[in-house]
């Protein structure tokens, strides 16, 4: 071993060596027609529409009822940073089935893996010990009819009909850099494999590919890192309302047999929440399985917000632990989903690109829903990509129908009438209600249209003193785990086993520490270091410095990371920077 892979090199010297290649070695280059980056429903989705439009069209043509040209063999390619389709899906999930009807309407026969339809549906508000059920339920937390499912089986089984279609998908590879001829998007290149933890080539090195292509869709999910790199360069965010988001972990819990009615949807307000906004479900499935989760928002004061830890303390209400008691967590996950809505939303699409589904914060926070849309996302896209390849032109004026068919279905009708929830809802529960309700009545508008967001998640934490009244602040009863037993109580380290996570320790770390001074002698003084409590996969910690023992250092345990990018939202100096790290690490999701 060398001295080079021995020594602790800097962020900087080793991103230089993940920049070389070892002399000889070059990258191969395959000419695609369409990339699709990214394997969850948007993605997929919009691969599945583009294989079964092309059919149509050229049927039509073949059989008399249409005028034009045979749209010839396509190279539909979809790249996916998981080592298989589905294992870093995860949700909540009931779906809103409209969207997949359309796409494939015979999605029952074919097998599509449904858990269960909706037959019950309520909404408790939690005391410190007591539970009040809404008499109502209301509008937006009514699901009764919908499906309750696992996002990783159904992006499993939608892969499957792609691949039937000859869609070629390439799970393992994570899209790196954005190509460009000037700001034109020509396609992207893959990350290289088998470097070691200082970016230097090991004899299993592998070069990333050079993926060129007519027109790129971005579709990555929560926080797309190759986008936000593209729109950073490309100014798409203008004009926008700054990106914010939620936070949301999740248990399935395996009860004894007999035990669960299947079909229930459930959410909570109130207990364990105090000083975040955000709330609960908990979903009934076949085979006695219950899904309980929790979701905060990320715009939260609290430098102490540790979503984990409140999802371990929801378990210990009496309202709840009597519905779980005698089950056992066999599955769990983390991840980061868009909240500010339409305000929120870049521009669509540009020369040679569109982008769709979470990247594009196309989801409805009041209902927590957001698989429909992107998968409706992805099909628009799609039809807006054969007209392209018809015209062979994938300039952004052509492309730009995309965003016009957004405008014209039910993406826009129900984004827009929740565009200003999230900016009243972060007022605070109590002091928002009457401001909802008025939203309701006006079809969203309420007193004031396109509410503004003057922040970002990172820059609203505030000091731990100015929060909780006291120094340090884990003294507190309200920020202490629960006991915990390994079946239904788990601290994080424990969490994360269930989730499957492996990533190969000797690999450059993706998570890009920009500064490590400002973590101890900033953030850890006056924040008390939220990064190590907002992880939900004990990634971060502050140990006692090895050079100045009044202070504590930031280790980056980036093996257990689950890839929510909760840290590359949250840190409230913007000093850490989450990359994707080599192809098929992370999450190993199945029933999530």
């Known amino acids: 071993m060398s001295d080079q892979h021995n020594t602790t090199l800097s962020v900087r010297e080793v991103s230089e060596n993940c920049e070389k290649l070892p002399e000889g070695v070059v990258r191969d280059t395959m ?47 979809v790249v996916e940073k998981g080592n298989e389709v589905g294992s870093h899906s995860l949700s909540g999930a009931v779906l809103n089935t409209k969207a997949l009807s359309e796409l494939i309407p015979n999605f029952q026969e074919l097998g599509c893996p449904i858990e269960t339809l909706v037959i019950e549906d309520a909404v408790h508000y939690l005391t410190e010990k007591g539970s009040f059920k809404f008499p109502i339920t209301p509008p937006p937390f009514k699901n009764i009819g919908k499906s309750i499912i696992s996002i990783s089986k159904l992006n499993k089984w939608l892969a499957a009909q792609c691949e039937a279609k000859g869609i070629n998908i390439f799970p393992g590879f994570a899209a790196v850099e954005a190509l460009y001829e000037g700001s034109q998007v020509v396609g992207v ?33 929560t926080r797309g890192s190759l986008f936000k790199q593209v729109s950073q360069k490309l100014n798409l965010r203008d004009g926008r309302n700054p990106e914010v988001f939620e936070e949301g972990v999740k248990e399935i819990i395996q009860m004894p047999p007999g035990t669960v009615k299947a079909g229930q949807v459930i959410h909570t307000m109130g207990f364990p929440l105090k000083k975040a906004i955000g709330g609960t479900f908990i979903y009934t499935m076949p085979n006695d399985q219950i899904s309980i989760g929790l979701v905060t928002y990320l715009d939260a004061k609290d430098p102490l917000l540790d979503p984990h830890r409140e999802l371990q303390k929801l378990k210990t209400h009496p309202f709840i632990f009597n519905m779980i008691k005698g ?68 300039s952004a004026p052509r492309l730009e129908s995309y965003e016009n068919k957004i405008n014209q279905s039910y993406v826009k009708k129900e984004l827009y009438r929740v565009r200003n929830f999230h900016q009243t809802l972060s007022k605070g529960l109590l002091a928002s ?37 006291v120094d340090g602040g884990f003294q507190l009863t309200e920020n202490k785990l629960p006991p915990t037993d390994g079946v239904l109580f788990f601290d994080k380290l424990g969490s994360v086993y269930l989730t499957g996570t ?29 990064c190590v409590q907002f992880c939900p996969a004990s990634v971060y910690e502050m140990l006692p410095s090895k050079i100045d023992g009044t202070k504590y250092d930031l280790q980056i345990n980036y093996t257990n990371c689950i890839h929510c990018q909760t840290c590359d939202i949250k840190c409230p100096h913007d000093n850490i920077e989450w990359t994707v790290p080599e192809g098929g690490g992370g999450p190993k999701y199945t029933g999530t």
């Open 433 to 469: 209600l009457p401001f909802i309700a008025i939203q309701e009545i006006t079809g969203g508008r309420g007193l004031f249209d396109h509410m503004k967001i003057e922040h970002t998640d990172a820059h609203t934490t505030e000091s731990v003193k100015s929060v909780w009244g």
């Open 189 to 221: 290149r893959t990350g290289d494999k088998g470097r070691d933890k200082n970016g230097n080539p090991k004899s299993n090195f592998e070069p990333g590919l050079i993926l060129k292509s007519k027109v790129t869709v971005f579709a990555e999910g």
């Open 327 to 394: 089950g056992k967590v066999i599955a769990y996950g983390g991840k980061t989903l868009p909240a500010g809505g339409w305000y929120s939303m870049p521009k669509l699409s540009g020369s040679g690109w569109v982008v769709c589904g979470d990247t594009a914060s196309m989801v409805d926070v009041q209902k927590l829903k957001g698989i429909h849309l992107a998968m409706k996302s992805g099909m628009l896209a799609a039809d807006a990509v054969v007209e392209s390849i018809i015209a062979q032109d994938f």
């Open 31 to 77: 000419d695609v027609d369409v990339l699709i980056v990214g394997g969850g429903s948007a993605g997929l989705s919009c691969a599945y529409r583009l294989a079964t439009s092309i059919e149509k069209h050229n049927a039509e043509i073949t059989a008399g009822n249409k005028t034009g040209e045979l749209i010839p063999e396509q190279m539909i390619v």
């Open 502 to 530: 492996t990533h190969d320790e000797d690999s450059p770390n993706h998570l890009k520490l920009l500064n490590a001074r400002t973590c101890s002698d900033l953030c850890k003084p006056k924040f008390n270091s939220p």
